[in-house]
């Protein structure tokens, strides 16, 4: 499974929060060799080291310091075969569509195209077998190449532990609440005078999309497209300040409720992802991680398990008034972000090129 010779990648948006995890979680992986960086014009020109304002504990890695950023332009990624986009949604509105036109197969943390029914929202340890749908899109669209997305940071571990639980149980109704880190608001996101000491019950555009996108994921592909899978999600976005790890707690109705919680545990311990999610370079392990513990999840302590990549659960007990509820932790610029960029083109070659 594991390519010939490194594959050519670009990350876009290479500055930004996600794009510095990119770079971190590219350094040394055994598939991907980054050739080029893109930034906005502000920057472009500049050698990495000297635009990027680092915030990850590691150190900027030594190949990634000289490389000069480029500006957003379809001729920018050079040889790249992948492009990892960490862009804002507007610009990759723009940009990534020039480039599946070349040949470029991209795989996009912005919301762009995330609501066309041709562009796959992945998750591998969900729904790896979406990554089909790309036979229309390029077709209908004349792309040599293609675009797959992956969820806003919120819904990847939501819906992690939401497919688990409609596979033995079936979805009817998903309440949902976020407490979400600061950085997935980018830098330099939220002004620490707005957020010390305090919650704000409010993030621009995050509850449609936590309501919208997990049923996406938890789709069925017919005719070539994705259609929604049939349960509804109200959802409430909190920006809280941590830094990373997105809590979220949910309340849910099923078609056949489990008959107490530790069924529920068992149906989330024992989930395995699709036969083609498994094995590659970040397939989480665990995919899902079930804690005993009365207060745990948290963020700072169970963010980073499994590298970032696995989906943290605890707390879950019978609902009063539905049939369950739970906490899930999941890290939002890793799982819900880069990581699992990195995961969804590990499919792609996988499965595609
Ligand atoms: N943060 C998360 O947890 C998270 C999770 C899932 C998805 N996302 C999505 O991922 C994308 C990036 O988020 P982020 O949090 O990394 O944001 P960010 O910290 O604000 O970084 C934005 C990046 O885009 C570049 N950029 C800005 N304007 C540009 C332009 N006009 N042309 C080319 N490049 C431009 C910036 O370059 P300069 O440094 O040169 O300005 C920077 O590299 C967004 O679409 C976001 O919604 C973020």
């Known amino acids: 499974m594991k390519p010939s010779s490194p594959i ?82 507007d610009v990759a509105r723009e940009l990534e569509p020039k480039l599946a036109e070349r040949g470029i197969w991209v795989c996009s943390n912005a919301s762009a195209f995330r609501r066309e029914p041709d562009v796959p929202i992945l998750l591998p340890e969900v729904n790896a077998e979406h990554i089909s749908v790309l036979e229309h899109q390029r077709r209908k669209r004349g792309w040599k190449g293609g675009i797959v997305t992956n969820s806003n940071c919120t819904s990847a571990g939501l819906t992690v532990a939401l497919k688990a639980l409609d596979k033995a149980f079936g979805l009817r109704k998903v309440f949902v609440v976020s407490m979400q880190a600061v950085s997935g608001a980018g830098y330099p996101g939220v002004a620490s005078l707005d957020i010390l000491g305090n919650v704000i019950p409010y993030i621009n555009g995050e ?29 409430h976005a909190n920006r809280v300040p941590v830094v990373d790890g997105h809590l979220v707690i949910i309340s849910m109705a099923m078609r056949n409720p489990p008959k ?18 498994r094995g590659l370079p970040s ?68 499965q595609v090129l």
């Open 260 to 277: 107490n919680a530790e069924e529920a545990i068992a149906a989330m311990e024992k989930y395995a992802p699709p036969e083609i999610a």
């Open 8 to 89: 050519p990648v670009a990350v876009l948006g290479a500055t930004g929060t996600v794009g510095q995890r990119f770079i971190a979680l590219l350094d040394k992986h055994p598939w991907f060799k980054v050739v080029a960086l893109v930034s906005s014009e502000k920057n472009a020109g500049k050698r990495y080291a000297e635009a990027v304002h680092w915030l990850l504990p590691s150190s900027i890695p030594d190949w990634a310091k000289g490389m000069v950023l480029k500006s957003a332009t379809p001729e920018a990624v050079g040889e790249a075969v992948i492009a990892f986009s960490a862009l804002p949604s």
């Open 283 to 350: 397939t989480p392990t665990p995919v899902i991680l079930v804690r005993r513990e009365a207060d745990r999840p948290q963020p700072r302590l169970d963010a980073a398990t499994g590298g970032g990549m696995t989906t943290v659960v605890g707390r879950v007990r019978p609902d009063p008034i539905w049939d369950l509820k739970f906490v899930v932790v999941s890290h939002n610029t890793i799982r819900g972000a880069a990581g699992g960029a990195i995961y969804n083109a590990e499919l792609l070659v996988s």
């Open 207 to 235: 509850e449609a999309k936590v309501e919208w996108e997990p049923r996406k994921m938890l789709g069925s592909v017919e005719d070539g497209v994705i259609r929604l899978a049939d349960f509804v999600v109200s959802a």
